[in-house]
């Protein structure tokens, strides 16, 4: 496997889905107008953020929608091989990835609904419900929210007889006295702290399957550590929401926020500006991810622009906040460095360290 094809041939095609997401936020940026004679207003700079924003009765509230991808499937597999079942990880997964895009637009998540979508209702059979329900449940809990309810269809023909497709929304609120995290407060001079990633979170499952099958031993196959290739693989992911929390609350000056999942640190540059995103230091690369990028034979670039390599989230804030940032992080548990700043120029992300550089037509999602 070589480049961004290795990614391609898994399944996933960023420059295809890109282009249909656009042609959706078009007809989306048209429906604007329709909640205003409901007393609510869509805040359209926050369209191709993370979560959308909106005001109603003088309360500002982000919305999103987000699917784990194929990482139940890692799972389901892991356990057919170990008999160990880790569907608590995967319901916790799911979580993570709806409430931390919901915290990137400085909404703090307090309702998440739950969509379980069975091939066949023999699924529920077993252990692995029980789970999946009990790692969601403490995902909500981290995450300060309610588990409000959800959907649960059986949809045989569409999802296979022995899979999940799990997703989830969530509404959350912006504190009083802030403004929504939408990239405008940018300026040159902030800083960018990366906070450290768990490992695979919900990002670059298909790769890491494509890597299993060309695997003698496959996801049995032991990492240096002695740890196996699936059990790395289903380590639970990063909830950043207590983090931004803690910001928020402490009135540090926070600019902006990016969940780093699809397009690697392409994220970085995830804001609608003109500007360059300098890193001059990176958090530690998990061994599971570094070995998923050797395996499908990843160049230093594709990796960065396909996985998180270690970096699950970005802060940007006010110069000479960064290390206060990293101090609240630490006080919390989570492993954060001052990895750049914010300059004048193009828009581009510029990674020192590895030597690579991704221009602005490598992340178009508006």
């Known amino acids: 496997m070589s480049g961004p094809s290795a990614y391609e041939r898994a399944g996933v095609d960023y420059d295809t889905l890109d282009a249909a ?22 805040d359209d700079a926050s369209r191709g953020e993370p979560a959308v924003v909106v005001e109603v009765g003088g309360v500002t509230l982000g919305f999103v929608l987000e699917c784990l991808g194929t990482k139940s499937t890692i799972a389901r597999a892991y356990e057919e091989l170990s008999g160990v079942d880790r569907f608590d990880a995967i319901g916790y997964d799911t979580v993570a990835a709806v409430v931390n895009d919901c915290c990137c637009v400085g909404a703090l998540p307090f ?18 419900h029980a789970s999946l329900v009990a790692g969601w449940r403490r ?9 409000g309810g959800g959907e649960s269809p059986t949809l045989a023909g569409l999802v296979a007889t022995d899979g999940i497709d799990l997703a ?10 802030v403004a929504p995290l939408l990239g405008a407060a940018l300026v040159p001079g902030d800083e960018i702290v990366l906070v450290a990633s768990s490992g695979l979170h919900a990002n670059g499952a298909s790769l890491a399957r494509e890597v299993a099958s060309a695997l003698p031993a496959g996801l049995e196959t032991p990492l240096a550590s002695g740890r196996s290739y699936g059990e790395a693989l289903l380590d639970e992911s990063v909830i950043y929401v207590a983090l931004v929390d803690a910001i928020l609350e402490r009135r540090v000056p926070l600019h902006y926020a990016s969940h780093i999942t699809g397009h690697g640190l392409r994220k970085l540059m995830r804001a609608d500006r003109e500007l360059t995103y300098r890193i001059d230091r990176l958090p530690a690369v998990p061994e599971v991810l570094a070995f998923v990028a050797s395996e499908a034979g990843l160049t230093e670039r594709d990796a960065y622009a396909t996985l998180n390599m270690g970096s ?30 914010v300059e004048h120029g193009r828009r581009r992300v510029v990674l020192e360290p590895v030597g690579v550089e991704y221009a602005s037509d490598e992340l178009e999602l508006r």
């Open 139 to 147: 995902a909500c809990a981290d995450s300060g929210a309610a588990w």
């Open 111 to 128: 309702v998440v609904n739950a969509y379980f979508a069975t091939g066949s209702a023999s699924w529920y059979a077993g252990s692995r």
């Open 21 to 42: 997401k656009r042609t959706a936020l078009a007809a989306a940026l048209s429906t604007t107008s329709f909640p205003l004679a409901r007393g609510a207003r869509l």
């Open 168 to 177: 989830g929304s969530a509404v959350g609120r912006v504190p009083d006295g």
């Open 312 to 341: 699950g989230f970005a802060l940007y804030c006010g110069a000479g906040s960064g290390a206060g940032v990293v101090e609240i992080a630490t006080e919390l548990g989570y492993v954060a460095v001052v990895a750049g700043a």
